[in-house]
């Protein structure tokens, strides 16, 4: 089993800035997908950016050239660095492990570890 601790969010307001961070314990793998989704009430998590242990990432349209994934620790801590806040990007995240290693996939069902959640609120 691995567990998910999330930290960082907030309320902002437009434009600036937050990071939030993922730390997993337990069992962790060499080969993996870590990944951010965030949910909007009333809709399903969506995958918002990902990153594998080739170090490729992959974002959602609407948050590319303003967030940015990252990892340190040998996978163990992953980040996610959100610039350029809109209003839009309102929302619960969650981190999310899949250790059985890329490709990464956007479909929630891959991902049996999640972070516990933390909301982002962004005002105008």
């Known amino acids: 089993q691995t567990h998910l601790v999330q930290s960082g969010g907030g309320s902002v307001q437009a434009g600036e800035s937050l990071t939030l961070r993922c730390v997993a314990s337990?069992?962790?793998?060499?080969?993996?997908?870590l990944a951010w989704f965030r949910q909007y009430p009333g809709n399903e998590r969506e995958r918002v950016a990902n990153?594998?242990?080739?170090?490729?990432?992959t974002y959602v349209e609407n948050v590319e050239g303003r967030f940015t994934i990252s990892l340190d620790n040998a996978a163990s801590i992953w980040y996610l660095q959100m610039n350029s806040l809109k209003p839009e990007d309102t929302a619960m995240y969650y981190c999310?492990?899949?250790?059985?290693?890329?490709?990464?996939?956007?479909?929630?069902?891959?991902?049996?570890?999640w972070g516990q959640g933390t909301q982002v609120t962004v005002t105008q």
């Open positions: 337990g069992y962790t793998d060499n080969e993996f997908c």
């Open positions: 990153i594998d242990h080739y170090g490729r990432s």
């Open positions: 999310a492990a899949d250790w059985s290693g890329p490709p990464c996939k956007a479909d929630t069902k891959w991902f049996n570890y």
